[in-house]
C-alpha cells in the first residue's frame, strides 16, 4: 500500500511552546489530507481536513488558531500545535487520500507538553 | 450520535479459527467502507475496503461482507494468527470532493496460540 511518513513520532515540550509535525506522502500526490487525534482507548477524532492550496476546514470544537495546519504541496501537509498546554498532550495522526479514496495513515505522533 | 457502532469492544480467537468484527451504520449516505488494524502507538493500517456496489470482496485472509439493507459489514478472518491481535476500526465515507471517514470505536481482537 502508499506510505504516508510523519515526524516526529514523538515530542515532549514545555508548556507556551509550539510544537510542528510534519505529514508526508511519499509515493503518492494527495491533495486531501486529515489531522486526527486519539484519546486513550478511544476511536480516531477528525480534527481537520487539509486541502492542498486551500485552507483547513476544521471539524467543529477545533480552535483554528490553536492548530495550524499549511499544506503547501502535494506531498506534504504539517500540523503546528501553538502555545502547547499539557491538555493539548494526546497521539496525532494524519493520513492521505489517494485518488482512488483510501486514506493510508502516518505512524502518529505522541505530544507529551509539560 | 455514533454514525459507526462496534458495539462489541474485544473479541477473543483460538489460533487457527475463524475471527467475525461486525460493524453497523446508520448513515444511509454511506457508499464506502474500509477496515483498518491498529497497534497501540502506531497509525492505523488499511486492510480492505468495500463499495456498496458490492456485497463481497475478499483479500487474502480477509473478507468483508456488507449488507446494505441491514446497514452492517462484518470483516473475516480466516484462519486467524497471533499476529492479527490488534485493534480492528471499521470506517465509513460517502462519496464527495473532501468526504472524510467516519470511525468506529474499535474492537480487540485476541487471537490465542
Known amino acids: 500500500g502508499a506510505v504516508v511518513s510523519q515526524h516526529p513520532s514523538r515530542v515532549i515540550c514545555k508548556s507556551g511552546t509550539s510544537v510542528k509535525i510534519e505529514c508526508r506522502s511519499l509515493d503518492f500526490q494527495a491533495t486531501t489530507m486529515f489531522w486526527y487525534r486519539q484519546f486513550p482507548k478511544q476511536s480516531l477524532m477528525l480534527m481537520a481536513t487539509?486541502?492542498?492550496?486551500?485552507?483547513?476546514?476544521?471539524e467543529q470544537g477545533v480552535e483554528k488558531d490553536k492548530f495550524l495546519i499549511n499544506h503547501a504541496s502535494l506531498t506534504l501537509s504539517t500540523l503546528t500545535v501553538t502555545s502547547a498546554h499539557p491538555e493539548d498532550s494526546s497521539f496525532y495522526i494524519c493520513?492521505?487520500?489517494?485518488?482512488?479514496?483510501?486514506?493510508?495513515f502516518g505512524a502518529g505522533t505522541r505530544l507529551s507538553v509539560l | 450520535d455514533q454514525q459507526v457502532k462496534q458495539n462489541s469492544p474485544s473479541l477473543s480467537v483460538q489460533e487457527g479459527r475463524i475471527s467475525i468484527l461486525n460493524c453497523d451504520y446508520t448513515n444511509s449516505m454511506f457508499d464506502y467502507f474500509l477496515w483498518y488494524k491498529k497497534y497501540p502507538a502506531e497509525g492505523p493500517t488499511f486492510l480492505i475496503s468495500i463499495s456498496s456496489i458490492k456485497d463481497k470482496n475478499e483479500d487474502g485472509r480477509f473478507t468483508v461482507f456488507l449488507n446494505k439493507s441491514a446497514k452492517h459489514l462484518s470483516l473475516h478472518i480466516v484462519p486467524s494468527q497471533p499476529g492479527d491481535s490488534a485493534v480492528y476500526f471499521c470506517?465509513?465515507?460517502?462519496?464527495?470532493?473532501?468526504?472524510?471517514?467516519?470511525f468506529g470505536k474499535g474492537i480487540t481482537l485476541s487471537v490465542r496460540p
Open positions: 487539509s486541502n492542498e492550496g486551500s485552507k483547513a476546514t476544521y
Open positions: 470506517a465509513a465515507s460517502y462519496t464527495g470532493a473532501n468526504s472524510k471517514l467516519t
Open positions: 493520513s492521505a487520500r489517494t485518488s482512488g479514496g483510501i486514506q493510508y
